[in-house]
């Protein structure tokens, strides 16, 4: 079992930044892909960035060049840098952790941009 808690969401205003952390805990040997997703009320929920235990990434078209993905292998935790966010950047985003096959998710955490 993998337990995931996100932090630092929270209300922003339009072009801001915000930091979202996401820590793993529990059985987290051989934890794979790391990411994140989002979604918006009455949306699905769309992938944002994933990170592998590699090292590569992947984004969103919609937050290229704006949001970074990183990750700390050693503590567990997957970071999502997001600048200049925007309106739309608006939704509860939830982490994941991949492992044997399996899917873990976060509780999500709340990202409001006021514009």
């Known amino acids: 079992q993998v337990e995931l808690v996100e932090s630092g969401g929270g209300l922003v205003q339009a072009g801001g930044s915000l930091r979202l952390s996401c820590a793993a805990s529990g059985s987290t040997f051989s934890i794979g892909a790391m990411g994140w997703y989002r979604q918006a009320p009455g949306k699905q929920r769309d992938l944002v960035a994933m990170a592998s235990s590699g090292g590569s990434t992947n984004y969103a078209d919609s937050v290229k060049g704006r949001f970074t993905i990183s990750r700390d292998n050693a503590k567990n935790t997957v970071y999502l840098q997001m600048n200049d966010l925007k309106s739309e950047d608006t939704a509860v985003y939830y982490c994941?952790?991949?492992?044997?096959?399996?899917?873990?998710w976060g509780q999500g955490t709340q990202v409001t941009v006021s514009s």
């Open positions: 994941y952790a991949d492992k044997q096959y399996h899917r873990y």
